[in-house]
């Protein structure tokens, strides 16, 4: 299958591919959930099924675009995350989703290679997509791997393996390209205002930062990007073992903190020297460390997305409850509800990554997204589509009036 993928799988590349290429000119708002705002104190993961695996092919007929299927799998160096969805109007509904933790970067800092069990895990999960992808009849879909197999040794192999074993062709997009699907994933939960605001993603391996202008809820305009090769598991694995006493666990988190300021400050230098006056900046987050800290201060007995999504709170709210886990013991992170044992060892990295880009851009209030790269694809997948199919509709009419 990997010799001869589905057509679907390469109509997918192509589609996702182009649809960047313009950058700020790319498809507007043709594909997105609804934005949802509220402000902090307004109360209100996808599950994992563990079906059987099976390369995916697509529906044999295709049916009209308003109920065709479309997918995106986002392999990070932390999650595997798939995201199903048909369109809606200028939106979309979510009919299917996928998440799970396969630390696919794990060791990868140390050994420059995709660890055996690290792949096997990200395999499964990916067998699980395939299914899904299998079942829901998905007419198009898009699968991108980011930092982890962009550094590793091994990471073409890899690639070459999940094509073998699974049917999914994931392309290996760049930084740059990781940075833009945030964008058009998230934008429309950027808070109203003038002058630029600062989108960014604290991913596994990497954490990507865009400075963008509002243009009246059309993508926004790119004016600058910077990537840096910290993110939770690539930070926690950078710097010494975890103390078990509290000064030990403070030093620890300042030396996390240091790399990562040191990685920013070109892009912080550039940034200001670029600002033709001193505006508010506004900061639009999306990341499991984002959505997890909004949730502990919302305090949530459990995480829940509809309470996240949208949520904007105080900046220096989340830059002190940063500091307060980061001194936390790691017990004392495995009970917080929205955190467990597969995020404990590594929200101490994302708090660091997070306070510091707080610090490097004041700005008075966070806004919180559980959305980006996923969604990034479905929009750009189904505003290619759908311009596929007007022309499609429009040469029909032709047809007829000629006859």
Not at 175 to 203: Q, T, Y
């Amino acid at each position: 299958m990997a010799d001869n993928p589905p057509p679907a799988m390469r109509e997918a590349g192509a589609a996702g591919n182009e649809a960047l290429a313009g950058g700020a000119g790319a498809p507007a708002d043709a594909a997105q959930t609804a934005p949802q705002q509220r402000r902090s104190g307004e109360k209100t993961r996808n599950g994992a099924d563990a079906g059987p695996a099976s390369p995916w092919v697509p529906s044999a007929r295709e049916a009209p675009y308003h109920r065709q299927a479309f997918a995106a799998i986002d392999l990070g160096t932390n999650n595997c995350r798939l995201l199903i969805a048909r369109p809606a109007g200028d939106h979309f509904t979510v009919i299917d989703a996928f998440s799970r933790v396969v630390r696919l970067g794990e060791g990868l800092a140390q050994s420059g290679r995709l660890s055996e069990a690290a792949m096997d895990r990200a395999l499964t999960a990916l067998k699980v997509c395939a299914e899904k992808l299998k079942r829901r009849n998905v007419h198009l879909a898009r699968s991108v791997a980011t930092e982890a197999c962009r550094r590793a040794e091994n990471g073409a192999e890899f690639i070459d393996r999940v094509a073998q074993e699974t049917g999914i062709l994931l392309d290996v997009i760049s930084a740059k390209e990781e940075a833009r699907l945030a964008v058009m994933g998230c934008h429309l939960l950027l808070e109203e205002g003038d002058g630029p605001a600062m989108i960014f993603d604290i991913g596994g391996g990497s954490t990507e930062l865009v400075l963008v202008e509002s243009r009246d809820g059309r993508i926004p305009l790119i004016h600058d990007w910077h990537s840096v090769p910290w993110g939770v598991v690539s930070l926690t694995e950078s710097v010494a073992a975890e103390p078990d006493d509290a000064l030990g666990r403070a030093e620890r988190y300042d030396a996390m903190r240091q790399l990562v300021r040191d990685s920013l400050m070109p892009f912080a230098e550039r940034v200001e020297a670029e600002a033709s006056a001193p505006l508010p900046l506004r900061l639009l987050g999306t990341s499991g460390t984002v959505t997890t800290l909004a949730s502990l201060h919302l305090e949530l007995p459990q995480y829940d997305r509809r309470a996240v999504d949208g949520l904007v709170v105080a900046s220096q709210d989340m830059a002190a409850l940063c500091e307060r886990l980061a001194l936390f013991s790691p017990l004392q992170r495995r009970e917080q509800p929205c955190i467990g044992r597969e995020r404990a060892d590594l929200v101490v990295a994302g708090c660091a990554i997070l306070q510091t880009i707080i610090e490097l851009w004041p700005a008075d209030r966070l806004g919180v997204a559980d959305r980006g790269i996923r969604e990034g694809i479905l929009r750009s997948l189904m505003a290619s589509s759908g311009s596929g199919e007007k022309s499609r509709a429009a040469l029909r009419l032709a047809r007829r009036g000629a006859a």
